[in-house]
């Protein structure tokens, strides 16, 4: 039985791997929150997996209770797991910066985490270490854009524990500290109060002088350069002779601060002054001398000696603190430099330094140069000194204070000082008979009247001990010295009366072992008989004579003056000491106590008694006194001044009014900052020891009396010190009045009570006063008491009387006042409400009272809204305290101040909101704050109330106001997202819309029971709230889908998900309309679709069910439900695209079909028509939503911009077939429409608007709007734009035929209707422009690619689909693969071209499976023409305007002939149809039909001659027509079609179809027709051939021709070899009877003619098997006239035979063979049998210019199609065996002579000159006579025919392999080539073997010159070569392999797609043409770049001798 838990909190103390059902696997460390739990398990998840819950045993987790967790260390768990996942995703985004801040934070954060767990430090330490943390926490979020943590200290606040505007004042201050937070923790925090003392710590960090083998002593004081005076005592380090890093006389000695520094001393002057003194001998030399005799005297006497001064300015420090920011609070180093001077002018060093006096001083240079002088390091420290230790308790262990000489700005009440400091200025003494000044000491000694030494009182300085004596530094030889010495006495106050000081004057010898000699003394007394202490300043002591120290007695010289007018001498007494007049000591003296005075006012003021006559002068001294002189005795002083007030009967003295106005300086001066702390001491007095019971009635009277005579005062300073101290004049009448009634018991109550209104009449009649500058302070003075007044009066008046009297004060204020006094006024309201006042029930009716009035006046006329604002938020944070203490019980008195709240301000504040959210007010946040507070306190009963409230007597116009101000109000404030407040505050947003929300529960009885009725119904305010509650559900901040899953969790626990309490809340208010739903239909359905986007399912399946409540409405009220239909599907269409909804709305829309036919069930069974509909329509909505959802999902992105086309044309088909949406379809043609003008597809452009422009009229005039344009147009001026807009498009597509009929149909406007001839010739123009572009442009063909989408993780738009797209300009498919990996990175391309099976289609991955396809052009596009189409006309129809593409695959049928592949290689040919033409609105569509055809071996024999002869005619047609055409492309096609290489692949096909045995076995049953045409065709070649040679002839230049002659002896060869193929043995059917008879010779062109004619028509009429027998070789039939069907995939020819012209030429002679004995002798010929000539003539128009150089244009139409090798090795040896065998023997089965010559010629039996030549032989070419062409010589209609191979169907024979190997050709098919000095050094050569053996060889021709290797022939497409290393295989005849194909397209074969290399194949390359000039003769440079002439496969020796590896570097792609 599982138990819910009570959010319990674990660990996992051991791994778990969660290997049961529904386990959750957990490692070590874990954190898991518990949901429940049973005996021995628990449920719940884990922070680090997120969303996953599972179950775990109990005994591997820890449970921790979570309330004794530092909320901290809690705070920096959930952040340290926040922030990682964040600090991952920057190292991804390769945000450095961030990422490596970030982790410095994350480990000072775990780093105080561990600190604050181990629980080792102080609370204090503790709290720091916290503040410390949450900082750096701050900073992070900030930086990071994270939420703002709320938090009071270092403690996050719980939201639902304070009132929502404590919890908008507490989001104030965090975000400023959060601002002013940084990474190292330290916070700039921003203080409400000025700070008024500051502490210098200072440390020495390093003296770099050594000072001549003597200690020293380096004396460090502040020094204020304004003053040019010291402002601290002195602080001393001793350094000893060895240096400072090597004493340590104890720990922190070089440290100390220096304290109570007001803001007054941090200014640009302050420095800080080290004053050296070296200690030791009194000249230096003596004491380098003793240090060398190795220290033997140590006894001798060592003084202090100037040595240098050095002075470092603060400025820098003082900046610092201008701003407190954080770094004034870090330590910084300094060093400054020593400087020295004359000795009497070493008193003025600083001075000196200072004022840059540089002539008078020098520096002082350090022993060595890397030191640096002196070294401090300084901090300043902020606050109390006690606030200070303990911030910094490490400060201050063990360091220094050192005092200010003087007060700090701030005296604290405990603060005890006795200080007196002297400072030692000069001396003036008599020369004494000597020529030399004296070196003289002085001796500082303090002692009592008896003469004994006070100890442990005197201080030369801080950081040296008390000492019993002080002895200053000499200075050398000088009778006026001046030491400038301060000290510093601290003598017990019991002593101070009776103690003096004496001064010693001894004159210091240089020499050895003397002793100072007493010469003088001086004294003086610490303080005079009336009590005062020595005064301030400076003092001019007298010098008495006395030479012997015994004779020292106080006694003796006490009664003597110490100085002038010394009141306490007794005589003049010179008896025992006489005293020069010319001698005198200065001293100065500053005294710092708060028990002593100096001043004798005020100690005659404290003894009044005693001097009546004197008070006057008293009183009038003590107002002229220093502030701390009256605070230090503030008690006696008081008591005094209360003593004089009044007479013992209470009536005033003559001294009351001065008495009064002491009392006043003296409150305001407590008032102030400086004494801010004595208030506490000041109210201490008043309680405790107070006691003039009497003085009320003199205080009432004066108070009154300056309130009277305010307005008649010249002086307004002592009014506005009595206003400002009512507070202390209050408290003492109301205590004094206490004591009284205490001791009469409660006499003259009522006078006192009359006294007291008399005084407030006064007062208002005080601010009754017009105001002028004069009087405004004072007045306001008087407002800022009022509070603190009538506080002190709850206890003497009741409560309502205190409330008359402060709205009597308040409302005396005239209406028109000052700014200054309305603030005043707002602020003794704020006063009143913050005060104790507001607290106490009967009188917090009355205050609330009185500040709703004000409130209400000030927010009507929005004046002074931030104090109204403030004053507000004090009323509600302490409302919402007092109901929080009142929660069991709420007291009728706070109801009804909630209800006199609400009834007053909720009102007035709504306005005032819904008028200052228009601008941008600073103070609209508080006041939307307020707002809320107010909505919280109020409960229903209130509200209930308040609804009364507003409808009196029923009138509900003030409610219908209220409520519709209201709902605007929440709407716009939602609406803007709670833009009022900053984006991070996601805790303060969260409570304002649980806030909003429960109030809106209130907004809404209202509605039900007052504005539902027939009568009373209000459709408009009943629309606000149903607006404003969708707004509310979809405002962003509560789509908690958005966020990280830890905040998500968190907010669901905190506040659950508001959403779906707010939609069901909108569902009941629905129901509750009952009849009146009809109003909102169809305007709610966009509302309710947007509820219907919150992901929970009760909510949505709820507001589904409204949409069929709409729908019946609908239909009931107006027959259909049309507008609900129309306005859902706008609605979704909106929605979506705003990126909103998901894939499980569209599950739950499916869901809502089943749902509304239930409904329909119960409800009504009646009416079908509309149950259909409903259910049409739901199948509607729901397959647009597929559509709608596809798109949003491709919405963003570059790399999704042809899914968004597709997703796109999706849904603009769907808003036109299925609903028939005008507006929409348009807005979609219009996205499309952009999309491809992003992409750069302008022909894709101009179709998509062309839908559109083809659904305007031209005879329309009305106005029509295109989306996205505001304008309208009339209907033929919006379709004539739409067609300049298509042409331009389509010219920059180079779709120059689609255009033409648009300009055809413009001229026709503009010429038939419009009359417009101007735009007329314009377009016509155009016209001629786009038909001449037509036979002038160069446009690269297309390219066409098949594209399987398979696997279940594609989006469903292409999910298990093909489709055929159309490739970019030059885009090979390498380009293009690349391209669709980047539009779909996650998917895997399939490297082979099968049907992919089941497990592909259904797996979750993605697969995507490539290949080219061909296109098959429209057979009607020129069904037309008359006469031949010209090449650039024809060509643009066979790739555009095409729906059916075809790709080949080659497969075995039957066995197969190891010998001959070629027996039994079928192609299976796929025949695929698109939905749509291309190109089209899109570059691509789906294939909608598949269709598979198989091609008989013999068909596809056909199929290679015939395309290879056409490309050549092609040739010739254009060679004719533009004879200067590079001849290089010519060269080489005819090499390669004529070379006997070859031409090995007709003796395979020979032995494969021509043979009886073919034709009687099952492969060659039906194919006779085939077998003939194959011999037609082959015989048509020759034909072809011969008149490309005969041209070629006629245009090569001198240096083509030995290659030109070459190719002429290969066709005698090639013509010998075929010279028996006419001749076939008559069928036994025929006879001579059914032979026609043959034509006369002058008939023959007719007789042709006629043939042809017959021929085509025969096969048009579906006969394509016919058996063509045939006799004689020329007379019955020729092979020019022979039928030629017209292939599928080529439904018109662009070369017609009719055009093609071969003249006669004489053929080479050839041997004579032996004759049939049919064959007929014709006189006229002795030549083979080759049928005759014909010349037609020619009507191709001019070919187009070349490309430009590496520009190929793709000849797909002529492509020749291209075998594989499909031998195997395993026989190799076999066949040459039987090669062997078979010598002598031929292969025809026909009668065909072979007289090739070097049919058997071995590669070694070459002449003796050529085989010299070796491999080496040099070629050289003429210059200027090769260029690169950039024609490519293969067809890529036909490289691509067999671009399907799959593997499973392709067997690919070891020999491939070999072969691969052997020939690594580059992919423009030359081979690798050396430069040697310019000429082609030819490595390699061929040996030409041929498929037959001929024995009797003749005498061979002359030698011909060696070919290239890589020679590469497809002429005829079946050709076979051989190309075997001269190297390795020496004697070997090898067999033929018959492969037609070149390497790019073996690879396209082999792996099933073209892979990415193929580009290469149809480009010449320009690096293998050299030229040289040395012979001036020139080899062809085509044998050597035949780029994509079909390579031919030779098969390589099948011996592991014979098959090294011979490897070619190539440019292009490989075997």
Same mark, same amino acid.
């Given at each position: ?1907 290239? #290797?890589?020679?590469?022939? !497809? %002429?005829? $497409?079946? *050709?076979? /070569?051989? @190309?075997? +290393? ?19 397209? #073996?690879?396209?074969?082999? !792996? %099933?797609? $073209?892979? *990415?290399? /193929?580009? @290469?194949? +149809? ?33 390589? @020796? ?18």
């Amino acid at each position: 039985m599982w138990i819910p838990s009570n959010n319990k909190y674990g660990v996992a103390i051991h791994n778990w791997h969660g290997d049961v059902r529904y386990g959750l696997p957990l490692d070590v460390g874990d954190s898991v929150d518990i949901v429940e739990e049973c005996k021995y398990w628990y449920r719940g998840s884990c922070p680090r997996k997120s969303r996953a819950v599972g179950l775990f045993p109990k005994t591997y987790i820890h449970i921790k209770d979570l309330s004794k967790i530092d909320p901290v260390v809690a705070e920096c768990t959930q952040v340290l797991r926040e922030w990682s996942e964040i600090w991952k995703r920057l190292y991804v985004d390769r945000e450095a910066y961030k990422f490596q801040t970030l982790r410095k934070v994350m480990f000072s954060i775990l780093e105080s985490r561990r600190e604050l767990l181990s629980a080792t430090m102080t609370q204090d330490q503790t709290t720091e270490l916290q503040m410390v943390v949450v900082s750096k926490i701050d900073w992070g979020n900030r930086k990071l854009g994270l939420d703002l943590v709320p938090r009071v200290g270092p403690l996050a606040v719980d939201p639902h524990g304070i009132g929502i505007v404590k919890l908008y004042n507490v989001h104030v201050s965090s975000a400023d500290n959060a601002k002013a937070s940084s990474s190292r923790g330290t916070l700039r925090r921003k203080t409400q109060r000025k700070i008024l003392s500051h502490h210098l710590y200072f440390c020495m960090r390093d003296f770099g002088h050594r000072i001549g083998g003597d200690d020293a002593e380096v004396y460090f004081f502040l020094y204020d350069g304004n003053r040019m005076r010291p402002l601290s005592e002195r602080f001393l380090v001793k350094i000893s002779k060895d240096g400072f890093s090597n004493y340590i006389e104890k720990l922190h000695s070089n440290c100390s601060v220096f304290t109570d520094l007001g803001a007054a001393d941090l200014h640009e002057e302050l420095h800080l002054v080290a004053v050296v003194m070296r200690v030791g001998k009194i000249i230096q030399s003596d004491s380098i001398k003793k240090t060398e005799k190795n220290n033997t005297c140590l006894g001798g006497a060592t003084y202090r000696r100037p040595f240098g001064v050095g002075v470092l300015s603060l400025s820098d420090i003082c900046q610092l603190d201008n701003s407190l920011e954080q770094q004034s609070s870090e330590e910084h180093e300094y060093s400054f430099k020593l400087y020295q001077s004359e000795e009497k002018d070493f008193h003025l060093l600083p001075e000196l330094i200072i004022k840059k006096s540089s002539g008078k001083f020098s520096p002082i240079q350090t022993g060595n140069q890397s030191t640096q002088g002196i070294v401090v390091s300084l901090k300043l420290l902020h606050g109390g000194l006690g606030q200070a230790r303990a911030e910094q308790p490490l400060l201050f262990q063990g360091t220094t204070i050192t005092r200010k000489m003087g007060f700090p700005d701030v005296i604290m009440p405990g603060d005890v000082r006795n200080d007196l400091f002297l400072t030692l200025e000069r001396g003036e003494f008599e020369r004494g008979g000597k020529n030399t000044g004296k070196n003289i000491l002085v001796t500082v000694v303090v002692l009592d009247v008896a003469g004994n030494v006070l100890s442990d009182c005197l201080w030369g300085a801080s950081g040296m001990d008390a000492l019993p004596q002080y002895r200053s530094m000499i200075l050398y030889h000088q009778n006026a010295p001046s030491w400038n010495e301060m000290l510093r006495l601290s003598v017990p106050i019991d002593k101070f009366a009776t103690a003096h000081v004496r001064f010693e004057f001894r004159h210091c010898s240089t020499r050895e072992k003397s002793e100072p000699k007493l010469f003088a003394f001086s004294f003086a007394r610490l303080m005079d008989t009336s009590g005062a202490t020595l005064g301030d300043g400076q003092h001019e002591l007298y010098v008495y004579k006395c030479e012997d120290p015994a004779k020292l007695q106080a006694s003796s010289y006490l009664r003597l003056q110490c100085r002038p007018r010394d009141a306490q001498a007794k005589m003049d007494c010179s008896g025992c000491f006489s005293r020069s007049s010319k001698e005198v000591f200065v001293l100065r003296s500053l005294l710092c106590s708060t028990k002593l005075t100096q001043n004798a006012d005020l100690l005659s003021l404290l003894q009044w008694r005693a001097h009546p006559d004197t008070i006057q002068d008293s009183l009038t001294g003590v107002l002229r006194l220093n502030d701390e002189e009256l605070v230090k005795f503030l008690q006696d002083v008081l008591d005094a001044l209360f003593a004089m007030f009044s007479n013992e009967e209470g009536n005033s003295t003559t001294h009351s009014g001065l008495v009064f106005h002491v009392l006043v300086s003296i409150f305001s001066l407590l008032q102030s900052n400086k004494f801010q702390h004595f208030r506490p001491v000041m109210h201490e007095y008043i309680e405790n020891h107070f006691a003039a019971a009497l003085v009320y009635k003199g205080l009432i009277t004066s108070v009154e009396h300056m309130a009277v005579f305010m307005t008649k005062a010249e002086h307004p300073d002592p009014f506005q010190k009595c206003f400002g101290s009512l507070e202390y004049i209050f408290k003492l009448l109301i205590q004094s009045r206490r004591l009284f009634a205490r001791a009469t018991g409660g006499q003259y109550e009522d006078s006192f009570r009359r006294d007291l209104h008399s005084l407030f009449t006064a007062l208002n009649g005080m601010l009754a006063v017009p105001s002028y500058d004069v009087i405004i302070p004072t007045q306001e003075a008087l407002l800022n008491s009022t509070g603190v007044v009538l506080e002190q009066l709850k206890d003497t008046l009741p409560a309502p009387e205190l409330g008359m009297l402060a709205r009597n004060m308040l409302d005396a204020i005239p209406r028109g006042a000052p700014n200054r006094l309305i603030q005043a006024k707002l602020q003794a309201v704020k006063d009143l409400v913050s005060g104790e006042l507001f607290h106490e029930d009967d009188s917090r009716t009355v205050v609330l009272s009185v500040a709703c009035k004000h409130l209400r006046m000030h927010l009507s006329r929005r004046d002074e809204l931030r104090l109204c604002a403030e004053i507000l938020s004090e009323i509600l944070t302490q409302l919402y305290e007092l109901q929080r203490e009142q929660r069991d019980k709420v007291t009728n008195t706070l109801q009804h101040d909630l209800d006199s709240l609400c009834k007053n301000i909720l009102g007035i504040l709504i306005r005032t909101i819904s008028i200052i959210m228009e601008g941008s007010n600073a103070v609209l946040p508080q006041l939307v704050a307020c707002l809320l507070g107010l909505l919280q306190l109020l409960d229903e009963t209130h509200y209930k109330r308040f609804w009364d409230e507003l409808t009196p007597n029923k009138d509900p116009r003030d409610l219908k106001d209220f409520l519709s101000k209201s709902l605007l109000v929440y709407e716009e404030l939602l609406t803007q997202d709670w833009l009022v407040y900053p984006n991070d505050w996601l805790v303060m947003k969260l409570a304002a819309n649980d806030v909003l929300r429960k109030s809106l529960e209130e907004f809404a009885k209202p509605l039900v029971y007052r504005f539902l009725g027939p009568q009373a119904f209000d459709s408009q305010l009943w629309w606000s709230y149903f607006s404003l509650a969708v707004t509310f559900l979809t405002q962003p901040s509560l789509q908690l889908e958005q966020y990280r899953e830890p905040k998500r969790l968190k907010i669901l626990h905190s506040h659950g998900d508001m959403r779906v309490l707010m939609g069901f809340q909108i569902l009941s208010m629905w129901s509750q309309l009952g009849e009146q739903k009809l109003h909102f239909i169809p305007s709610m359905v966009g509302p309710f679709l947007e509820v219907t986007l919150v992901p929970e399912p009760a909510l949505r399946k709820a507001t589904l069910s409204v949409f069929y409540d709409m729908m019946q409405c609908e239909q009931a009220a107006r027959g259909s439900f049309r507008l609900v239909e129309s306005e859902l599907i706008d609605k979704l269409d909106l929605l979506i695209s705003e990126n909103k909804g998901d894939d499980e709305y569209r599950e739950l829309f499916s869901t809502m079909e089943h749902l509304s036919l239930v409904l329909l069930e119960k409800v009504q069974v009646e009416n079908p028509n509309w149950k259909d509909a409903g259910t049409a329509f739901i199948g509607s909505v729901t397959r647009l939503l597929e559509r709608l959802l596809d798109y949003r999902s491709v919405m963003q992105g570059e790399e999704n911009r042809d899914k968004r086309m597709t997703c796109t044309v999706n849904l603009l088909n769907f808003y036109k077939n299925e609903i028939n949406r005008k507006e929409m379809y348009l807005r979609y043609i219009y996205k499309l429409h952009n999309l491809h003008l992003q992409a750069e597809n302008y022909t894709e452009a101009g179709y998509t608007l062309k839908l559109y422009a083809s659904m305007l009229s031209w005879d329309r005039e009305t106005q029509s709007f295109a989306p996205f344009d505001n304008g309208g147009q009339p209907e033929w001026q919006r379709k004539e734009r739409l067609y300049h807009e298509i042409l331009k498009y389509f010219d920059k597509g180079k779709c120059w035929e689609k255009g033409i009929p648009l300009c055809k149909e413009l001229a026709q406007l503009y010429e038939t209707r419009r009359f417009d001839y101007n735009k007329l010739s314009d377009i016509l123009i155009l016209e001629a422009k786009f038909f001449q572009n037509i036979l002038t442009q160069l446009r690269p063909e297309p390219e066409y690619f098949r594209v399987g989408f398979y696997g279940m993780g594609l989006p469903l738009f292409v999910r298990n689909k093909q489709f055929v797209y159309r490739g970019l300009e030059y885009e090979r498919i390498g380009a293009f693969t690349q391209r669709l990996q980047t539009e779909f990175p996650s998917a895997q391309i399939l490297t082979n071209n099968s049907p992919p099976d089941a497990a592909i289609l259904n797996a979750p991955e993605q697969y995507i499976q490539i290949s080219n396809v061909r296109p098959v052009g429209d057979a009607q596009a020129l069904k037309t023409a008359m006469v031949p189409v010209p090449e650039k006309i024809a060509r643009f129809y066979e790739v555009n305007d095409v729906t059916r593409f075809i790709y080949d695959r080659p497969m075995y049928k039957g066995p197969i002939d190891k010998d001959n592949e070629f027996k039994s290689l079928w192609i299976e040919r796929t025949t695929l149809d698109i939905a749509s033409t291309l190109p089209g609105i899109l570059r691509w569509f789906e294939v909608k039909q598949k269709s598979v055809q198989e091609l008989t071996p013999v068909e596809y024999a056909c199929e290679i001659i015939s395309n290879a002869g056409k490309e050549l005619a092609e040739l010739i047609v254009q060679y004719r027509r533009d004879p200067k055409r590079n001849i290089n492309p010519f060269s080489m096609r005819l090499q390669g079609t004529i070379d006997a290489n070859v031409m090995g692949g007709i003796s395979k096909y020979q032995e494969a179809f021509f043979s009886e045995h073919f034709l009687k076995s099952p492969q060659g049953a039906g194919q006779q027709a085939n077998v003939q045409r194959l011999k037609i065709l082959i015989l048509e070649q020759i034909q072809i051939l011969e008149q490309a040679l005969e041209l070629h002839g006629q245009l090569a230049p001198a240096g083509v021709q030995p290659l030109h002659n070459r190719l002429l002896e290969r066709f005698s060869q090639l013509k010998q070899s075929l010279s028996g193929m006419g001749r076939l043995k008559r069928q036994p059917s025929e006879s001579i009877v059914n032979t026609p008879l043959p034509p006369l010779p002058t008939e023959q062109r007719t007789a042709a003619a006629a043939a042809a004619a017959a021929a085509h028509q025969q096969m048009a009429s579906g006969n394509p098997n016919a058996n063509y027998v045939y006799e004689l070789d020329e007379i019955y039939t020729r092979p020019g006239d022979t039928l030629r069907p017209v292939e599928a995939m080529n439904s018109y020819q662009t070369l017609s035979k009719e055009s093609l012209s071969i003249e006669l030429v004489e053929a080479p002679p050839v041997p004579n063979r032996p004759r049939s004995q049919n064959f007929i002798t014709n006189g006229a010929m002795d030549s083979p049998e080759v049928p005759p000539k014909r010349q037609p003539t020619y009507n191709s128009p001019n070919a187009p210019p070349l490309p430009p150089r590496g520009i190929t244009p793709d000849k797909r139409a002529s492509n020749p199609l291209i075998f594989n090798d499909f031998g195997t090795s395993a026989d190799a040896t076999a066949r040459r065996h039987s090669a062997q065998q078979q010598h002598g023997q031929k292969y025809a089965v026909v009668d065909i002579s072979f007289d090739d010559p070097e049919a058997d010629q071995q590669p070694h039996s070459l002449p003796h000159n050529l085989q010299e030549a070796g491999s080496h032989l040099n070629v050289c070419f003429a210059p200027n006579d090769f260029r690169d062409s950039g024609i490519s010589t293969t067809s890529s209609r036909d490289l691509n025919q067999l671009n399907n191979l799959s593997e499973e169907s392709s067997s690919i024979s070891l020999s491939t392999v070999h072969h691969r190997e052997h020939c690594r050709i580059s992919s423009n098919g030359s081979l690798d080539m050396q430069m040697h000095g310019g000429a082609l050094n030819i490595t390699q050569r061929e040996s030409s073997t041929s498929s037959f053996d001929v024995e009797d060889i003749p005498v061979p021709p002359p030698p011909i010159p060696p070919k290239s #290797l890589g020679v590469s022939l !497809n %002429g005829l $497409g079946a *050709g076979i /070569g051989i @190309a075997v +290393d001269e190297a390795h295989t020496p004697n070997t005849h090898p067999s033929l392999n018959h492969s037609i194909n070149n390497h790019h397209q #073996l690879q396209q074969q082999h !792996n %099933g797609i $073209g892979s *990415g290399n /193929g580009d @290469a194949d +149809d480009y010449s390359s320009p690096q293998h043409h050299h030229q040289a000039t040395s012979n001036g003769n020139s080899l062809a440079g085509s044998a050597m770049q035949a780029s994509s002439m079909s390579t031919v496969a030779a098969e390589a @020796a099948t011996t592991t001798t014979n098959t090294s590896s011979s490897s070619h570097h190539h440019d292009g792609g490989t075997f």
